[in-house]
């Protein structure tokens, strides 16, 4: 089976398996997904969902948060981690929305990744849910699907990103970045891969091993 084949049948088994491929982080519209996406880095989304409500109360768009006092942001997103460096960033992204891009979040990978602190993993995020553009995200868990799939060999996520964009259908492309965190985090996990309840073990190399053994 080629990874052509096999990208197309994974596709298809976690539509199936994940039928609403949703993003975990909770938001409202384009900044808000932005700015909750820079506070995710080396944090659960979970907790980030919690400092989101306070911090968008008092800082709902661009135009308020580039003028908000660094201290308060400080305060506000203290329990997300690494927390005086994504102020910065924080306060850094809302000047250049609303001075460069006329209070609009931009629609580039190129344009977004001018912003300070925002990757590429970031604006493929922006791009496929916001403004439904073929995007690839390639999140750990992504990464580690596609190894595991044989369809990559690599774990540097440019790499990672570049291949599979070769191999998965455009329109699916961001939806089965979100199905795969979740697949990630319940069957093929960093840990273990519950191979023997996985729908992805008819054509997946690793179960194609454990069975040959």
């Not at 439904?132 to 992504?142: E, I, L, Q």
């Amino acid at each position: 089976m080629g990874k052509k084949e096999t990208t197309l049948n994974a596709v298809n088994a976690l539509k199936e398996l994940y039928p609403k491929a949703v993003c975990s982080l909770d938001y409202t519209d384009a900044f808000k997904l932005l700015i909750a996406t820079r506070l995710s880095a080396q944090c659960t989304d979970a907790r980030v969902n919690k400092v989101t409500p306070k911090l968008f109360e008092r800082f709902p768009d661009a135009y308020s948060m580039a003028n908000a006092p660094l201290s308060e942001v400080e305060e506000l997103i203290k329990t997300c981690g690494l927390y005086k460096t994504k102020a910065k960033d924080l306060i850094s992204i809302a000047k250049s929305i609303a001075n460069d891009f006329g209070g609009k979040v931009p629609d580039t990978i190129e344009q977004l990744t001018t912003l300070s602190g925002v990757g590429r993993k970031t604006a493929n995020l922006i791009c496929g849910d916001i403004y439904k553009k073929p995007a690839v995200v390639c999140d750990t868990h992504f990464i580690r699907l596609c190894n595991r799939l044989g369809l990559v060999n690599t774990t540097d996520p440019a790499k990672v990103e570049k291949e599979m964009r070769k191999l998965l259908p455009a329109e699916q492309s961001s939806d089965f970045c979100h199905r795969s965190v979740m697949f990630g985090r319940e069957i093929c996990t960093a840990r273990v891969a519950f191979c023997d309840k996985c729908p992805l073990n008819g054509f997946c190399p690793k179960k194609i091993k454990k069975k040959a053994r």
